[in-house]
């Protein structure tokens, strides 16, 4: 079979996020985060495990960076744990916390490969969510004085950074289904929630911007192709309103400078909407210089009379699926890929995140074969090469994850990394996925 060729100047990259590898949640300063607390709730996390320790990632950084240049991975993407830097979450600077990813950067400088810096993934200093969070509109403020700090430390060395991790996830989980921190279960709240979110996004890319930085900027979404169960004409229905509820809730403001009308109209019972204020719309759409895309799985919907919102989830039989019981379908990365730049937007994309849970041993031999992952990635690999055959401008990928680590309401019993992490010992074990991906990108092809 012909090798199919990816572009030289294609970045092949990997993904962590601070709370879910760093550990040392208490060293050097550090503020709790939302997830320090939630954690200690009863029945939060099903493994009864928190992020305590969990890859040691903090004390370990420079043996994960050999890692990566070992892997040729050219780029790093991680996020910066904004209570290390802001104990408190605004005021007076932790120096030890930002001292951290100051090593953190310049070692990967030196090693050959580029720090790509999430601003958000998840861990709001405590202090703030004593305050209201993200329901209160000052949080926009704070977040602003964070990413300045962060910029003005980091700024002259990163030249990617992703103002928030999946919006979606943060809003939606945090505040509407109650899995994520801050555990909260109220459909309005999430929405107040999301657009605080992508108004300090906005705000964010601005100030980058005024500030003359080299480097660019972005967002990450979560997005899934969601497709209708069958052809009839509520299936149809039931597919665009899970569509607005996950991808165009987020899309549409960002590229449109509007929520979309079908959801503002079905959400009218919930919110009056009088969180957005003046200009909001016009903050929120401010141009970024790309998109970051996580793309695991897609949606299959049917219509649900019995649901508040009308729409249920499926999973088509004989569909593989990972350890998370998502459903395997390679072909959606392309199809997302596709829609963004025919309806949303002509700029730059990158996948930010994809990969997929297993459940990895270290077998006799001392290595893991993780066969599955391998195919998982290679099936989704084919479609990313299509995207660029046919054109679309898709400039690099982040495998989720670089080791396996903490993942959030599942502890440590889901791991998605191409390096095995043992819990007791911290050992790392690099697993076959992990040494395919190396031939990846050595080869530039598949
Ligand atoms: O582990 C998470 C990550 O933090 C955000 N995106 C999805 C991953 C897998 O669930």
New binding site residues.
Partial sequence: MEKKRFPQDFIWGAAT?SY?IEGASKKDGKGDSIWDTFTLGKGNISDGTNGDVACDHYHKYLEDIAILKELNIQSYRFSVAWPRIFPEGFGKVNQKGLDFYQRLVDSLLEAGVSPAVTLY?WDLPQKLQDIGGWENRDTISYFEEYAQQMFQALGDRVSMWITH??PWVVSINGNFFGAHAPGKKDFPTALLVAHHLLVSHGKVVQNYRQQNQKGKIGITL?LSPTYPYSDSQEDKKAAVLEDGFLNRWFLDPLFRSAYPKDMLELYQPYSDFSFIKNDDMEVISTPIDFLGI?Y?SCNVIQYDESNEFKTKHVIRENVGVTD?NWAIYPSGIYDIIERINREYTTKDIYIT?NGAAFPDIIEKDGRVHDQKRIDYLEKHFSYLHKAIEKGLPLKGYYL?SLMDNF??GFGFSKR?GIVHIDYQTLKRTIKESGYWYQKVIANHSL
């Fill in positions: 996020a879910q993934h991790n999946e979560n996580n695991y998370m995140e989720w993942e959030w998605f």
